[in-house]
């Protein structure tokens, strides 16, 4: 009788246990030439229209390429097209590189570029990247390997915005279509996809028909670990070579425990948006008031382990265009911030909503409840309001987020000036802010095909925000990396993927 | 008799589907806003309104509702809107990992739960009952996030014995069955305790003991069936519980199970994929209590 009893309970957990798909199993125990990599979250799919999000580019870089990349001080960089030249204000010519093959054996020519285009603008494909996009009037073919890209109105930023446009192969595309590309995607990047699972793992091969320099590594395993300790745990324990966006917390232990520890500064501004059309903020002076109050190195320093870089009273730093070295940051000083609000008319401060979310970005919380106790110390009260990620998404995309919320606002991959301010022009969708000054200087910049006078045109967007400060300045956010002392070649760019081509374990 | 068992609890079976099927549907539109799915900071309201309706999300609720019930008349639980895969491909594909960890945990805690409560209860008040007492006041306190990290850290980090996370064979599976089979252990293991020591006071097995039966018969012929309804109630509940998915554990070991799918689909409001878990779920439930009513006959004549 006990017999059967334990042999049925055996038998149970042999069932439950063959139960599972052990496939992957063999990946993990992987031998020395394949880079594991593990990471919060993979994209939902793999084809590359499907999140804007900048931690997905070290998985995008991967199987694709770009027309146009934008290197780490801001400059662009050819890729797919080894020359443009601006034929008009409206007219651009792209030479293309030849004898670059897609994962499958089809030809990278003109109409790979024009496919992909119109892929990206048809809104049947809900590409995330058509909205920038938008003043693209046609993509013309002159010869196989030679395309010309009109516009509707000047688009100088044209070149380094095609850094978001991976280049997909028109014929497979067309056969496979969108929804079965997402899980098995082609592109000419150095590496091809060899199996996928959302949420779970993704494996990818070096492609032997790259036309670049042949990656030092045979796969990647990107895998996905949602907790941060996970993921260092995994690093520790030898079976991660990358732990991607540890905590700073973990720092010092794991810096103690020999494992290379590196932060570097990603693309993104984090800003505290102030709503200019909302009474008391719609007076320059208050907003002034508020970025005296704060003591953005403070929060760095408490909040970051001082990683990240403090913004120079502008919405970049200083790797990006527009970059304006003549302004420096508001200093922290709570009494000339009281004196600026007397002179507004709140010599006893005021009571003010802070939407805020709780989760979505890295320290979020924190950083918000850290703002709101600095802002207390010159009578300024936040009702601070914690929102669930997609609820807070939902109230910003639809233009009703409270009178002062947090973000960091992208810059990467084209670090552009004219990126993060786009999100406060009057005509934004978001209404975040409404400064004739600030979208006048925007026009006159995009107007204008002359990157000397450009630049000009973008200091002075720089002095005007400065001045009128939309924003409370904080930081450029930072990418953590823990790495085993076996990877070489890492450097992390801005946004947050490394040289696929140049990453090895050491032998 | 039976049949007239098995056709109620068939009919309750459906019931408890529409229901939940119901539930779902209702709950999930209060949580917000599928289309965010596609929505990048930049994009405009026009566009988001155009994939709303492209979706059918436009449409009036009871006709979202009327084409919800149809498709899953006709056994189609939809695409996923996050994951743009369908629905029951992706459940499927997840389910041999839920089912894996949910049954060597509960292999875990009957095993484990039973003999110490049985032994708590035969040796009531010795060294070792005290030990096995607070170990299961224990096991039900700790949080399994910090009881997982901790396995992580001795057996995975320390002693490199077992892989930190991930799944990939049976050395993968057993610290995450051990942290979701401790809270259930400690559980069992009081509950067993409990029915033993009620069942040892009753006056029959006064009675078998002076038959001159031996100890062990006295346990298991005599103790056992009675003090085992509580336990197989308790067993069915827990048993329902871990097939729901172990949301927490799923997520500290990176364990590629229905739980963890189903909460990437809660926070994209990705409402195909929430609704077809639920109703698998739902349906694994059902059966899982169709299975004790079914039992609950074979140990108690009086369930017959």
């Known amino acids: 009788m006990r017999r059967l009893h334990v042999l049925l309970l055996g038998a149970l957990l042999m069932v439950s246990l063959s139960a599972v798909r052990w496939s992957p199993g063999a990946a993990f125990a992987a031998p020395r030439s394949v880079l594991r990599v593990a990471i919060p979250v993979l994209p939902r799919t793999l084809d590359p229209n499907v999140d804007s999000s900048l931690v997905h580019f070290k998985v995008w870089h991967l ?63 809900r590409s995330t990247w058509a909205q920038r996009f938008t003043l693209i009037a046609d993509v013309k073919m002159v010869d196989p390997y030679t395309v010309q890209i009109i516009t509707t109105q000047p688009f100088p930023l044209l070149a380094k915005t095609l850094a978001v446009a991976f280049i997909l192969p028109p014929k497979y595309l067309a056969k496979a279509g969108a929804g079965k590309f997402g899980l098995t995607p082609v592109g000419t990047g150095p590496f091809r996809v060899r199996a996928f699972r959302s949420d779970e793992y993704a494996q990818f091969e070096a492609f032997g028909g790259y036309w670049g320099a042949k990656p030092k590594v045979a796969s990647v395993l990107m895998r996905q670990i949602r907790e941060a300790s996970g993921r260092t745990a995994g690093l520790e324990a030898g079976e991660i070579d990358i732990a991607y966006e540890i905590s700073v917390e973990q720092v010092e232990r794991l810096r103690s425990r020999n494992l290379n520890v590196v932060a570097s500064v990603v693309g993104a501004s984090y800003l505290v948006n102030l709503k200019t059309m909302v009474k008391p903020l719609d007076d320059a002076r208050v907003r002034r008031a508020l970025n005296y109050a704060t003591d953005a190195t403070a929060i760095n320093n408490a909040l970051l382990l001082g990683l990240s870089r403090p913004l120079q009273g502008q919405m970049v730093g200083p790797n990006s265009t527009g970059f304006n070295p003549a302004i420096k940051a508001y200093p922290y000083d709570p009494e000339r911030a009281r004196q600026l609000l007397s002179e507004a008319g709140y010599p006893n401060g005021f009571r003010i909503t802070f939407e805020g979310s709780n989760g979505r970005f890295y320290k979020d919380k924190e950083i918000a409840e850290t703002v709101c106790a600095q802002w207390a110390k010159v009578r300024v009260t936040c009702d601070l309001v914690l929102l669930e990620s997609n609820v807070w998404l939902q109230h910003l995309v ?78 450029e956010n930072i990418g953590a990396y823990a790495l085993s002392p076996k990877v070489g070649g890492a450097r992390f760019r801005p946004d947050y993927s490394f040289d696929p081509v140049a990453i090895n374990l050491g032998d | 008799m039976l049949f007239r068992i098995v056709l109620g609890r068939t009919l309750a ?28 900071p930049d994009t405009p309201l026009a566009t988001l309104e155009r994939i709303r309706q492209e979706l059918g999300f436009d449409a009036p609720m009871y006709i979202q509702y009327l084409r919800y019930l149809g498709s899953l008349a006709r056994g189609d639980l939809g695409y996923s809107l996050r994951y743009e895969q ?13 089912l894996a960890l949910a049954g060597a945990a509960f292999v875990i805690a009957l095993i484990l739960g039973v003999s110490a409560g049985l032994i708590s209860a035969v040796r009531r008040g010795s060294v070792y009952d005290q030990i096995s007492v607070a170990g299961a006041l224990l096991g039900q306190a700790v949080p399994p996030f910090w009881l997982g990290l901790m396995l992580i850290l001795v057996f995975g980090v320390y002693l490199r014995v077992l892989p930190t996370s991930g799944s990939g064979g049976i050395r ?14 400690a559980r069992i293991a009081r509950l067993t305790r409990t029915a033993f020591l009620e069942v040892l006071g009753e006056d029959y097995l006064r009675t078998a003991r002076a038959k001159g039966l031996p100890e062990r018969r006295v346990l298991i012929r005599h103790a056992a069936p009675n003090a085992a309804i509580p336990i197989v109630t308790v067993l069915a509940v827990t048993l329902s519980q871990l097939v729901g998915g172990a949301i927490v554990t799923e997520t500290v070991f990176a364990w590629p199970g229905m739980g963890r799918l189903m909460v990437q689909g809660v926070l994209a409001r990705d409402y195909p994929l929430v609704q077809g878990a639920v109703l698998l779920i739902a349906a694994l439930v059902a059966v899982i209590s169709f299975a004790t009513d079914l039992l609950y006959a074979a140990v108690d004549p009086r369930a017959r």
């Open chain 2, 172 to 185: 993968h599976l057993v610290l995450p069955a051990f942290t979701l089979g401790a809270f259930f252990t």
């Open chain 1, 63 to 125: 199987l694709y390429d770009t027309l146009v990349a934008v290197d780490a001080s801001g400059k662009a960089e050819p890729r797919l097209a080894t020359a443009w030249r601006i034929l008009s204000p409206t007219t651009w010519e792209f030479k293309l590189r030849r004898g670059v093959k897609f994962h499958n054996g089809e030809d990278f020519d003109a109409e790979a570029v024009r496919a992909t285009l119109s892929y990206i603008l048809d809104p049947a494909s």
């Open chain 2, 13 to 40: 079976v459906i019931l408890v589907m529409v229901g939940a099927a119901t539930i779902v549907f209702a709950v999930l539109r209060l949580s917000g806003d599928p289309v965010l799915l596609y929505a990048a």
């Open chain 1, 398 to 475: 639809s233009g009703v987020l409270g009178p002062v919320s947090a973000a960091p606002w992208q810059t990467a991959p084209q670090l552009d000036l004219e990126v993060p301010v786009t999100n406060f022009l009057s005509t934004g969708p978001r209404k975040m802010a409404s400064i004739p000054a600030i979208d006048e200087w925007f026009a006159q910049q995009r107007g204008t095909m002359n990157p000397v006078q450009r630049l000009y045109y973008l200091h002075k967007l720089a002095e005007v925000i400065y001045e009128e400060a939309p924003v409370v300045f904080l930081f």
């Open chain 2, 86 to 98: 369908p629905v029951v491909r992706l459940l499927l594909e997840r389910l041999p990992a839920t």
